[in-house]
């Protein structure tokens, strides 16, 4: 265990920690091969189907496992070695891409079978959220890990720069195929990590008590914590909204913004998905840099992500586009990794696990119908009637949660203190 730390580098938990590096190597990778894939999969869709709506089917598809099992995963988390099970999540999403491949390269690809391929895809990344989450603070421990949530940010959107640069090019240059082939080879690097860590090196603790406990017990001492927890409930309740009308929306709706709006190829989706990228890594670099997580910032992230909605709703001009693409990855990438530190900092040891999953959940449990709302609205009156619906649903939502954390802020503190979440301004 080091002592804690006071500001310290940007990269301080890559410095500290082997096994953090082995991990966050892998991961960089493996992000940028899964971006690659979900640049090609919504624009092998498209071009299946011709239908906005059958893009929201796909992500319907991806992230329908989450709600239905979101709430499971988070208690597996806290009660076994999620190490391994995250060596299990990584090699079935391997196999997934080659099955894509395959698929794409025999030319036997149909719409039924890429969204089943994407709903294997999306159960086992609805395992692999929490476990990942849970295993970030077993390498690093607690004092660096406002620090390396940040870093994970970083490595998820690097990836969310390289995967959709890659995914245009290769589309244009290549075939959908070969991005679906880098996207399984990239799993290598992750799984090579997994297995090259030392075991004694982590930051364990005795998960005895919850692998003899039930899964409905653990849930209800999850459900018990959140409803001692307001500001838990308010981060929750705006990852419903934003997954409702926020990130999945926007991941819907890009191919459509490039296609329709723009009146521009796979090139163009790809430097819009890499923009978005950019501007989430931006925001993650920035966050490790200061180190903490604050209301604030997770307040200004909200409000950001959803006035750039509104203000790329009537945009038809390419640059500012990708310009307020931009924009969104940097307050997304505020907001969402604001929202896990809190949470994970707040959470008692033997309850982090279902904490982060009860906060992804809000999240994840609304994305499915977010992908499917946002096609139907772009179907029906175009991306302009989309992003501005989106936008004004997450404005309203972010002023509605910091008027309510405002009076709770001023009511009587709880009386259990395991139950509240600490306050950081």
Known sequence: MHPPRRGGTTFRSLREHRNYRLYFGGQIVSYSGTYVQDTALPWLVLQLTQSPFQVGLLVLCRFAPFPLLGLFTGALADRVDNRRLLIVTQTISMAVAASLAALVFT????????????????????????????????????????NAIALNASFLNTGRVVGPALGGVFIAAFGIGWCFVLNAGSFVAVLAGLLLMRS????????????EAGAVRLIGEAFRYLRGSVELQLIMVM???FGLFGFTALRTLLSVVASRTLHRGAETFGVLFASYGAGALAGALLIATLGRATWRGLFAGALGYSVAMLVLA????????????????????????????????????????????????????????????????????GTFLALTTCGAAGLTATSIAAIVRRRALSAPLPTEPALAVSVID
């Open 107 to 146: 030319g036997t690809a149909r719409p039924v079978v890429v969204f089943a391929l994407a709903a294997i895809s999306g159960t086992a990344a609805a395992f692999d959220s929490p476990a990942r989450q849970s295993l970030t603070y077993e390498l690093v421990g607690r004092d660096e890990l406002p």
């Open 200 to 211: 004694a090196e982590l930051v364990r603790r005795d998960k005895s008590a919850e692998a």
């Open 239 to 241: 990852g419903a909204v």
């Open 314 to 381: 009537p945009t038809h001009l390419v640059a500012l586009a990708v310009a307020l693409v931009f924009v969104e990855g940097v307050c997304w990438a505020v907001w969402s990794s604001q929202a896990q530190t809190l949470v994970q900092l707040a959470a008692p040891d033997r309850l982090r696990g279902r904490a982060v999953g009860l906060c992804t959940y809000g999240v994840t449990a609304a994305a499915p119908l977010g992908g499917l709302l946002a096609g139907w609205l772009a179907g029906v009156g």
